[in-house]
């Protein structure tokens, strides 16, 4: 008898179960997520918010930057109100008056939560009224709150639409609530929420601010400066009074670190009405003096 004789017949009971359809490419999660789907995650964070911009005709924005960590007036002093306790006769201990005295830093710093609201209101009403097919300098900010939710909600006082580019951070910022719904958006890598503010905005307003806004501020001058972007940039910085005891660019050019000429990059700016006519002049000079060449979301083009 040949040995294969021996072997023990295969029944039906010994069959693999059947397979199902194995998930669609795009569909596999598990994939999406994991390092190899990395490619995927980054095209999707520039095709989505590209075909919403189309979606939704816009056409270019002018992008406000500032501190998270300011209140509107009416909030700062209703903190205030309730740390400062009218008619206790005992004095506060000694943290509590740390707070009292933060909380009154923060009225002082909510004029600048109101300036927003109003230069964000300003541009949006004159923008309204220019003859486009398209919407123009739309408002956009980070998404959260601060200097961002002021401009959002100046923009959507005057009935234009306004944007929020938010980013997913391991604590919770959530959406401001001033945001279009239809142009909020959420974005997992900073870089390509970074390529959002800087190619598609004409003007940037820098309000006082932290780490975070002065990378911004110095990541939009030095685009400025290489002249990577074809295309003119206003920076308006608003508020002497902080940025002048915050940096020192004319020691940088004094130094030789940058070209006395690099100072005239941006413009300082003390009010809303000195910022808009600012920004009104420039924008009509450098971005309305020809129509658009394409019926798309103008994203700006590198210089080779």
């Given at each position: 008898?040949?040995?294969?004789?021996?072997?023990?017949?295969?029944?039906?009971?010994?069959?693999?179960?059947?397979?199902?359809?194995?998930?669609?490419?795009?569909?596999?999660?598990?994939?999406?997520?994991?390092?190899?789907?990395?490619?995927?995650?980054?095209?999707?964070?520039?095709?989505?918010?590209?075909?919403?911009?189309?979606?939704?005709?816009?056409?270019?924005?002018?992008?406000?930057?500032?501190?998270?960590?300011?209140h509107s007036l009416k909030e700062a002093r209703d903190r205030l109100l309730l740390?400062?306790?009218?008619?206790?006769?005992?004095?506060?201990?000694?943290?509590?008056?740390?707070?009292?005295?933060?909380?009154?830093?923060?009225?002082?710093?909510?004029?600048?939560?109101?300036?927003?609201?109003?230069?964000?209101?300003?541009?949006?009403?004159?923008?309204?009224?220019?003859?486009?097919?398209?919407?123009?300098?739309?408002?956009?900010?980070?998404?959260?709150?601060?200097?961002?939710?002021?401009?959002?909600?100046?923009?959507?006082?005057?009935?234009?639409?306004?944007?929020?580019?938010?980013?997913?951070?391991?604590?919770?910022?959530?959406?401001?609530?001033?945001?279009?719904?239809?142009?909020?958006?959420?974005?997992?890598?900073?870089?390509?929420?970074?390529?959002?503010?800087?190619?598609?905005?004409?003007?940037?307003?820098?309000?006082?601010?932290?780490?975070?806004?002065?990378?911004?501020?110095?990541?939009?001058?030095?685009?400025?400066?290489?002249?990577?972007?074809?295309?003119?940039?206003?920076?308006?910085?608003?508020?002497?009074?902080?940025?002048?005891?915050?940096?020192?660019?004319?020691?940088?050019?004094?130094?030789?670190?940058?070209?006395?000429?690099?100072?005239?990059?941006?413009?300082?700016?003390?009010?809303?009405?000195?910022?808009?006519?600012?920004?009104?002049?420039?924008?009509?000079?450098?971005?309305?003096?020809?129509?658009?060449?394409?019926?798309?979301?103008?994203?700006?083009?590198?210089?080779?």
């Amino acid at each position: 008898m040949k040995s294969s004789d021996n072997k023990p017949k295969q029944t039906l009971a010994d069959d693999p179960p059947p397979l199902y359809p194995a998930p669609l490419a795009y569909e596999n999660k598990q994939f999406l997520s994991s390092p190899d789907g990395r490619i995927l995650r980054i095209l999707s964070e520039y095709a989505e918010p590209l075909a919403r911009f189309r979606r939704e005709q816009i056409q270019d924005t002018v992008v406000f930057f500032g501190s998270a960590r300011f209140h509107s007036l009416k909030e700062a002093r209703d903190r205030l109100l309730l740390l400062e306790k009218p008619g206790s006769k005992t004095p506060a201990p000694p943290a509590e008056q740390e707070k009292v005295k933060r909380a009154r830093a923060a009225v002082d710093m909510a004029r600048y939560y109101e300036d927003a609201r109003r230069l964000a209101y300003l541009l949006t009403q004159w923008s309204l009224e220019i003859p486009a097919k398209r919407h123009r300098f739309v408002v956009t900010t980070g998404g959260g709150p601060g200097i961002m939710e002021a401009a959002n909600l100046g923009a959507r006082e005057a009935g234009g639409k306004t944007i929020g580019l938010n980013i997913h951070l391991p604590y919770e910022q959530m959406p401001n609530r001033y945001i279009s719904p239809e142009l909020n958006f959420e974005f997992h890598y900073f870089f390509m929420r970074k390529y959002w503010f800087a190619y598609l905005s004409k003007a940037l307003v820098i309000f006082p601010g932290g780490f975070g806004t002065m990378d911004e501020l110095f990541e939009i001058l030095t685009l400025a400066q290489t002249e990577k972007l074809a295309k003119k940039i206003l920076v308006a910085i608003y508020g002497r009074d902080y940025w002048n005891r915050i940096m020192n660019l004319e020691a940088m050019a004094e130094a030789g670190t940058i070209s006395p000429a690099d100072v005239n990059l941006f413009r300082m700016v003390d009010s809303p009405e000195e910022g808009f006519e600012f920004l009104r002049e420039g924008l009509t000079r450098y971005h309305l003096g020809s129509p658009p060449r394409e019926s798309a979301p103008e994203i700006a083009k590198t210089r080779p």
